[in-house]
């Protein structure tokens, strides 16, 4: 059962991952492909300097809400094929299920089924399942990023920041905070390495712009 619902939880979360917001949004308000404008990724960063606020907040409820879903239901299953309590008798708990749903629904995004597997980055995504299943990371990472953009005025500074932090940030609360153990806290930790790796490695370009000084501070608008 166990490896029954870890696969479910990865299809499932893939799935859902594969509806990006980004190219919903613009393509039903503005009639255009927003991997053709500004820096051709399907984010929020891109969708807010090219069309403004208001598809940008769609957008942003739209990438949150599918990661609160994927991981919602993909622990919702794994509930009712291995009874409520099997993060008890598991090595597999809730929170890694939710990590594992994590890293699906952010290759969904990142390579998206419905739409040629050419997506977004996976940020808001990496934020709504952190949300879901460890908020209390959640309260430190955000704040980290957010005092990273505004000292840098970068989004993708911030975003490359909090993913480098993130594991080290899961493995003390994990810890000390939550208890659960060494084992369980470098399995969690480990989860998030991978999700961590994705989000820094679709900053490639980014971090190319960066080293060239071309790429767009928070606030700029570019068409």
Known sequence: MLTLSIIITAVLSYLL???NSAIIVVR???HEDIREHGSKNAGLTNTYRCYGKLPALLTLIGDLG??????????QICRMLMG????DIHFIDEKAIGYISGIFSIIGHIFPLYYGFKGGKGVLVSCSILLVIDPVTFCIVIPFFIIVVAATKYVSVGSISAAAAYPVITFFVHFFYY??????ALLHTGLVVVTSALLIYMHKANIE????????????KKK
């Not at 208890?179 to 369980?184: A, C, L, S, T």
């Open 28 to 30: 039903l308000l503005k």
């Open 179 to 184: 208890d659960v153990g060494i084992e369980r």
């Open 17 to 19: 991952g594969s509806c």
């Open 66 to 75: 599918k990661g609160v879903v994927a991981a919602f239901l993909s622990i």
């Open 209 to 220: 712009r960066l080293k060239n000084g071309t790429e767009n501070k928070f606030g700029s």
């Open 84 to 87: 409520s309590d099997f993060q």
